[in-house]
């Protein structure tokens, strides 16, 4: 039988670590993808297209084959939208929406010549919500879920399967960073999830194992809220907090 192939970015930390040990677990040879080194990894830009066509042209010339791709690699930009530079915004939507429209093209290309293939966009809450002083990071989540559904209708007759995962908050070092800028404590995210606390990266890398597995087999376009319930709460605070 014929190895399933996984291409990930973002797989030096955080949630693109944990969801590359959970394909490899259910099988897969995983290709990492991101800036710093990483386990069975390449180097390199996912915002860089001859960076892009390097990854493409290893995938292809190794295992001759690609059968998933995790377009998780994403940075966050705290700032209100008025004092939001340019390089800012640019920065934020080369890694958050040119790479994957970048990867999603090339490797997508090598699916659509196999007839398979499964694209698994790694979005946010904050693509289907508005959160304050994010406004670049916001709208690259908003794009992404729309690539993710547009990409559903054109592929899912060529055999390819296009969904995203949308994460609340999860405890990484992205978090970490976050917090250290003193934008919000831990208290500000566990008093609003229903469930009470942080995602860890696992939760998010298991929503991912499930779209990427043929259980998922008549799933396309969907935007999936991995979230704790964040999402679906209109309560007030008070009323939140007494049913705990």
């Not at 800036?35 to 001859?50: F, H, P, R, T, Y």
């Not at 405890?171 to 229903?194: F, L, R, W």
């Amino acid at each position: 039988m014929t190895q399933r192939v996984a291409v990930v970015t973002g797989t030096a930390q955080g949630m693109g670590l944990r969801i590359a040990d959970v394909l490899r677990e259910d099988g897969f040879a995983v290709v990492g993808f991101d800036l710093q080194e990483s386990k069975d990894g390449i180097v390199g830009n996912v915002a860089s297209a001859e960076d892009v066509r390097r990854l493409t042209d290893h995938v292809v010339d190794t295992h001759g084959r690609v059968d998933v791709l995790v377009n998780n690699a994403g940075i966050a930009g705290i700032v209100p939208f008025e004092e939001t530079t340019l390089d800012q915004w640019e920065r934020i939507m080369a890694v958050n929406l040119t790479g994957p429209f970048l990867l999603t093209q090339a490797l997508g290309k090598v699916m659509l010549e196999q007839g398979s293939g499964c694209v698994v966009n790694i979005a946010s809450v904050a693509g289907l919500q508005g959160v304050a002083d994010r406004a670049a990071y916001n709208t690259t989540k908003h794009g992404l879920i729309g690539l993710t559904r547009t990409l559903a209708v054109e592929w899912g007759g060529r055999g390819i399967r296009v969904n995203a995962v949308c994460p609340g908050w999860v405890k990484t070092e992205m978090d970490v960073e976050s917090q250290a800028g003193g934008y919000y404590v831990d208290q500000d995210i566990t008093d609003h999830v229903p469930m009470g606390r942080f995602a860890a990266p696992d939760d998010i890398a298991q929503a991912v194992r499930f779209l990427a597995s043929d259980n998922a087999r008549y799933v396309n376009g969907v935007a999936l809220p991995v979230d704790g319930g964040w999402t679906a709460d209109g309560s007030w605070q008070k009323l939140r907090l007494s049913k705990r």
